[in-house]
């Protein structure tokens, strides 16, 4: 016998199935001139009721055949579709990117006229389209719009609208599919100034220790093919009867600290968003500004979370890290922090 939370899961697959199934594969919309065409269209056909004239009747004849064949070439134009988008490997608020939409006709014979693909997102109004005027059969049209994101933050795709006002613009008919895509828009980024950076070692970081080319000496070995004769330590060598290398240590720099405050106030005022985002643009700002001095950055939050990068690995881990990091409460943030 099945029990309560089967019996829901079976509902609930039944009702999905049955949305699924109720929902129109097409919508048909009237445009400007179609709403003009049924209007005449409907007052022919009661003046060729009220009068019964056979050239009335001949009229209402071709205006309906008129209707069909435009809902039968739109049908044909719209069938044998498939879209695929094309996002950039990465994007940034203030400057445009370009998202490439390409069409595919299935078709072997019949051409797709009119084609209006629309790009639809997730929780925001669809604003970017991309025409095409003719596909031909069995072949591909590309073609790309720019978009200039104004907030960071995951933008996701989630399907296309396909239209078509082809043959005569009366009637607008589309279709919707599914497809799926995520974008990463990063935060702006501002030119910084820095200052000079200061000799020697900051107080409080440790030396990493590793073999390089600096100043320092980490201890001897026995000379290989390519190392520099300059090296050479000459008493040890004598002593030992072969060639006697001086292995140095690579110079080390400690990382810039950069902290986050992500907690959000209990109360927080009116302006307290506008002002955590530009917090997140003065960081980033300052961060690739390290970056590009060669320094290595590290941004710590108020959780405790760390995230490092410096000019080998590039600044896409601290942008990307930037561009998803949410405020968090009191609570959640005293839970995360770790303890001392």
Known sequence: MPTSASFVRILRTWFSRWR???????????????????????????????????????????????????????ELSLQGLTVVRRLPSRSQVGRPHLVEIEV???????????????????????????FFLKISPNSAQVAAYRRTPLRRGRDVHVGFRIATRFPFGLFEKSREVTATGE????????????P??????????????????????????????????????????????QPVMRERA?????????????????????????????????IASRAIAHLKRGDSVAIRTSSGALTRANRMIG???????????????QNVAAVAAPTS
């Open 20 to 74: 699924l199934w109720m929902r129109p594969p097409r919508r048909l919309k009237f445009t400007r001139e179609g709403k003009f065409f049924v209007g005449i269209t409907l007052g022919v056909g009661f003046a060729a009721i009220n009068t019964a004239n056979n050239l009335l009747y001949l009229l209402l004849g071709l205006l309906l055949s008129l209707i069909v064949v435009s809902g039968i070439m739109s």
């Open 104 to 130: 595919f006709n299935h078709k072997r014979r019949v051409p797709s006229y009119a084609i209006e693909v629309e790009d639809l997102r997730a929780r925001q109004p669809a604003d970017k389209r991309c």
């Open 183 to 194: 974008l990463v828009i990063y935060p702006a980024v501002d030119p910084v100034q820095l």
């Open 196 to 241: 000079p950076p200061q000799m020697g070692r900051a107080p409080g970081t440790a030396h990493v220790v590793g073999r390089g080319h600096g100043e320092d000496f980490l201890g001897l070995k026995l000379m290989r093919a390519g190392d520099d004769p300059r090296d050479i330590h000459w008493r040890k060598s004598a002593a030992v009867g």
């Open 250 to 282: 690579r110079e080390t720099q400690p990382d810039v600290l950069l902290n986050l405050d992500t907690v959000r106030p209990a109360e927080p005022p009116d302006d307290w968003s506008a002002g955590f985002e530009r917090r997140i643009r003065e």
């Open 315 to 329: 600044a896409d881990p601290l942008l990307r890290y930037l561009a998803l990091v949410e405020p968090q409460s």
